[in-house]
């Protein structure tokens, strides 16, 4: 079990993400476009949810607005106690490198930085701890991901599901208290998707949040609330039970 050190620190009142009545438009060549539609999403800490839907369902907006990647055009969001409509981009920027460790579909690490150097990234971003101690620290997460062995090599020389445990690791490297990951099975195998999921839950365990947008049912049916999307709205929202697998 992956123990999160963030847990003892007090959380904000209320939920740990709070979208109300978010909707999010775009210009388009086409016109104006709708991405998300009155959504409102409440997530408490220590939850492991899965977003499903069709391209084009509003999944990875949604996500974009989590992660404050992007802004709504309108709605609340507030996420870790803050309103992220709010922040200016800079404090947006800070307040991501703290709050929210995010993994993609393409793992996203720079091919020119050892793995090592990939998770030691996000610390030397936000000025936390000392050069010696984001070594020792980006170590210790490869350690848990088991990835120790691999930590001097470039990301080219690695699997693809070593790629996606190092980019694992580097989501976790600021302790964020939320993990917010964009189909991060879609490129392995399935037995490599299972070690991933597996670590997921690791780190629910210990205490973080996952929000997981995926297109594979087997591993949502595993989480304990699925939010389905369509045309950038929330079908539902209910808590399932995990199958028994």
Do not use: C
């Amino acid at each position: 079990m992956i123990r999160a050190p963030f847990a003892d620190r007090p959380l904000a009142d209320g939920h740990l993400i709070d979208l109300r009545d978010v909707v999010k438009d775009y210009v388009t060549d086409a016109g104006p476009f709708r991405a998300l539609a009155q959504v409102s999403l409440q997530v408490d800490a220590g939850e492991f949810i899965a977003v499903v839907g069709r391209s084009g369902s509003g999944k990875s907006t949604l996500m974009n607005m989590v992660t404050g990647i992007d802004r709504p055009t309108a709605g609340s969001l507030v996420v870790g106690g803050t309103n992220l409509s709010k922040l200016s981009e800079s404090r947006m920027a800070q307040w991501r490198g703290r709050t929210v460790g995010v993994i993609f579909q393409f793992f996203q690490l720079l091919p020119t930085l050892t793995v090592v150097e990939n998770v030691m990234l996000p610390m030397d971003f936000a000025g936390l701890w000392s050069p010696r101690e984001r070594l020792e620290r980006a170590m210790h997460l490869l350690e848990l991901v088991g990835l120790a062995d691999q930590a001097s090599k470039l990301p080219a020389s690695t699997s693809g599901g070593q790629q996606q445990r190092a980019a694992i690791a580097r989501s976790l490297a600021n302790d964020p208290p939320i993990i917010v990951a964009d189909e991060p099975t879609g490129n392995l195998d399935s037995v490599t998707a299972e070690e991933v999921f597996t670590l997921f839950q690791s780190l629910v365990d210990g205490g973080r949040t996952v929000v997981m947008v995926t297109h594979d049912h087997d591993l949502a049916a595993r989480t304990r609330r699925i939010v389905h999307m369509v045309d950038g709205r929330i079908l539902d929202g209910t808590l399932e039970e995990p199958s028994a697998a």
